[in-house]
C-alpha cells in the first residue's frame, strides 16, 4: 500500500496550492478519503474528506470556503485545491484512507508553509 502526498511548498498568505495523493496497493474506490494536516505542537486534525465514490464532502469549519477535497477514482488520486492560505494553514498534510472496516492508510506527508 503506497500513499504519495505530492504539491506542498511555500506560498504568500492569499496564496493557492494544490495538493495530490497518489495511492497505490488497495481498492481505492471502496475507501473515504481524508486530508489531515499537523502543526508544530499542535495535534493532527481533519480538515476535509470524501466519500468513496465522491457524493459526500465535509471540511473543518477553519477552511470552509477556502478549501476543496476531490477524487479521481479512475486515477486512485485524491486531491485537496487550498485557497486563501493562511499562516496559520501552516502544517504538515497527510493523506489517509479509511474504509467502513476500519483499515486505515496514510501518506508519509507534505509540508505547506505560507509565510509573509
Known amino acids: 500500500v503506497q500513499l504519495v502526498e505530492s504539491g506542498g511548498g511555500l506560498v504568500q498568505p492569499g496564496g493557492s496550492l494544490r495538493l495530490s495523493c497518489a495511492t497505490s496497493?488497495?481498492?481505492?474506490?471502496?475507501?473515504?478519503m481524508n486530508w489531515y494536516r499537523q502543526a508544530p505542537g499542535k495535534e493532527r486534525e481533519l480538515v476535509a474528506d470524501?466519500?468513496?465514490?465522491?457524493?459526500?464532502?465535509d471540511y473543518a469549519d477553519s477552511v470552509k470556503g477556502r478549501f476543496t477535497i476531490s477524487r479521481d477514482n479512475a486515477e486512485n488520486t485524491v486531491y485537496l485545491q487550498m485557497n486563501s492560505l493562511k499562516p496559520e494553514d501552516t502544517a504538515v498534510y497527510y493523506c489517509?484512507?479509511?474504509?467502513?472496516?476500519?483499515?486505515?492508510?496514510w501518506g508519509q506527508g507534505t509540508q505547506v508553509t505560507v509565510f509573509s
Open positions: 496497493g488497495f481498492t481505492f474506490s471502496r475507501y473515504a
Open positions: 470524501i466519500s468513496s465514490i465522491g457524493g459526500t464532502t
Open positions: 489517509n484512507a479509511r474504509n467502513i472496516y476500519g483499515y486505515s492508510h
